[in-house]
């Protein structure tokens, strides 16, 4: 509220020379960043990726799992089966009729049956064990790549972080300091032109009678507005928040030797 009060107070030149004052520090910031280049995302996707490859990892081992309990149940299987024929065979040599006998050889070569059946499931089990666990060796030898390289980019960001985070943090400690010069609703619109604008600017001066921002020509009736800084002028074209040259310090050439 008392942060309120007191951008309310300031004229709307005093706000201007805030906001472009502000939009200095902020595009210092942005360069710092620039310096720092691509490697906080180079980090953040190797980081995603090696959590993908985590992931791939272990669902291939849960599927192995699986399929190793499949690969007990066909060995129970044959064991079952194989103890029938035992008995099946006992028993065959004491049948009293042609029947029993029929009935008895049906039903071991019926289990017999099961055993080649369950070997069959044995060997693909085997063998997608054996291909789920050559998937997995590759994949670790890669995660060991990834990881490794996501070492080096870490040390190599905070090695850059180090050397310009003082420098950061005196900015936005001074950025900070400017915002109670600014009204609210002026500074959450500058805030919002300059995360849509593609070089992060939000307050521009008038260039050779054109926007800082889009580059598009401002007429004179305009540039004049802009010039008696008695109202917050936004660019018709592109949206960012216009200054005239010499309350951004900017000496007009134009006029500069006459």
Not at 142 to 169: F, P, S
């Amino acid at each position: 509220m008392a942060t309120e009060k007191k951008s309310e107070n300031l004229s709307v030149e005093e706000r201007l020379k805030a906001l472009y004052e502000l939009q200095t520090i902020l595009s210092e910031i942005d360069r710092i960043k620039i310096v720092r280049g691509e490697l906080p995302i180079e980090v953040q996707d190797l980081e995603d990726d090696i959590a993908r490859l985590q992931t791939r990892i272990a669902n291939f081992k849960a599927e192995i799992d699986e399929v190793r309990k499949k690969l007990g149940a066909e060995k129970a299987k044959i064991e079952e089966s194989k103890m029938k024929i035992v008995r099946y065979k006992e028993q065959i040599n004491n049948v009293s009729n042609n029947r029993e006998y029929d009935l008895l050889s049906k039903e071991i070569e019926f289990q017999s049956l099961e055993i080649e059946l369950a070997e069959k499931h044995i060997n693909e089990y085997n063998r997608i064990i054996e291909n789920k666990s050559a998937e997995i060796a590759s994949i670790e030898e890669n995660l060991v790549d990834r990881n490794h390289i996501l070492e080096e980019k870490k040390r190599e960001l905070e090695e850059i972080v180090a050397e310009t985070r003082q420098d950061e943090e005196r900015l936005r400690e001074k950025a900070h300091d400017i915002e109670p010069r600014i009204d609210e609703r002026t500074l959450t619109a500058f805030k919002r032109i300059r995360k849509n604008a593609r070089n992060g600017l939000g307050v521009v001066y008038i260039q050779r009678n054109a926007c800082g921002g889009c580059f598009n020509r401002i007429p004179p009736q305009k540039q004049l507005e802009i010039k008696m800084h008695k109202k917050i002028i936004v660019c018709e074209y592109c949206g960012r928040i216009m200054i005239d040259p010499e309350l951004a310090g900017i000496v007009d050439n134009e006029h500069e030797g006459k």
